[in-house]
Structures are given as C-alpha cells and as structure tokens.
C-alpha cells in the first residue's frame, strides 16, 4: 500500500492571527481563535479534497480498481494520509524490473515455472522466458505537485505563503 502524508503550513505577514488569537477582551479572543480554527479545517479539507481527485485523475484506468482505492485519512489533527489501498499501489507508482525508481534494476525472470504468462494488450495470452517491468507512472507525485503549486501560488496572491509539506509513508 503506497502511502503519503501531508500537512500544510501557513504564514507571511498578518497571518500570525491564524496561528494565535489576538486578545481583544471579554470572550472576543476565543471567538477568533474558533473562526480561525473553522477556517483552516475547511481550507484543509478543500486540499485534501482536490489532492484526492487529481490523484484519483492521474491514476493510470485499466480496471479502475487502483483510481477506486485512492483515499486520505486523517491521522491527527491537521495531519492526513492519502494512500492506495492496493497491493500494487507502490509498484504503479515507481515502476518495476529495470525501470525501477526504487531498488534493484533488474529483468524480471518467472520463479516457479519456466514462462510468465499474462495478457497482453490486445487482450491474448502473452508468454514469456522474461519481461523488462514496468514504468513508473508517478500518478501521486504529480498530483502532488499540481496542487501544492495551486496552493502556494493563491496564497501568494493573497500576501501570504503557504507550503505544503511532503513526507512519504512506508510502502508495503
């Protein structure tokens, strides 16, 4: 299961308010502290959203399982994962056999019988002593990278600088 968390990070000038309520008095400053709060959550939530969909939309279709497993998980607050509940997530996503981002670059040989059998695509059974794998398709990464640009570039226009913040997860 391929798996990434995310966390957004906010903060440029006048935008300490989001972070700590300002004391006005009376209940004033918890008020704030509540809208500001609400607000984040939603701008959150609307990221996580969209990193959802475009994940969803670079993922590669040819039985839409993977597209279907495509889900974010809060973790703690403020904090999400957004994975793919498949066992083939990580190998879709960084490639397999000499094409391999990741580990060794090597053929692909069978393990228990003398031919890997498989269907090609036009549909026919395809045998073989031995494949090259297959190429990375980067379907989270590059979704990542749309919308933390999308992030960034509206707060931008806002005075303000926001980042997103990509940690991998453990891939199994």
């Not at 300490?16 to 709060?37: I, R, W, Y």
């Not at 040989?109 to 031995?130: E, I, N, S």
């Not at 509206?154 to 005075?159: D, L």
């Amino acid at each position: 299961m391929g798996a990434f968390s995310v966390q957004i990070q906010l903060s440029g000038p006048g935008f300490e308010q989001f972070s700590t309520p300002v004391a006005l008095g009376n209940n004033s400053d918890k008020v704030l502290k509540m809208a500001t709060d609400a607000f984040i959550e939603k701008f959150t939530l609307g990221v996580v959203d969209n990193l959802t969909k475009k994940a969803r939309e670079f993922a590669p279709k040819r039985t839409g399982n993977l597209r279907k497993n495509i889900t974010a998980i809060e973790e703690t607050s403020g904090k999400w994962k957004l994975m793919a509940g498949t066992n083939y997530a990580s190998m879709v996503e960084y490639g397999t056999g000499l094409f391999a981002l990741k580990g060794k670059h090597h053929w692909i040989y069978p393990k228990r019988c003398k031919f890997l059998v498989f269907r090609g695509r036009d549909g026919r059974l395809v045998f073989a002593k031995r494949v090259r794998g297959q190429k990375p398709r980067l379907y989270m990464n590059r979704a990542i990278q749309q919308l933390g640009w999308a992030v960034e570039e509206s707060w931008k226009k806002m005075g303000t600088n926001a980042s997103v913040i990509i940690g991998r997860g453990k891939s199994v």
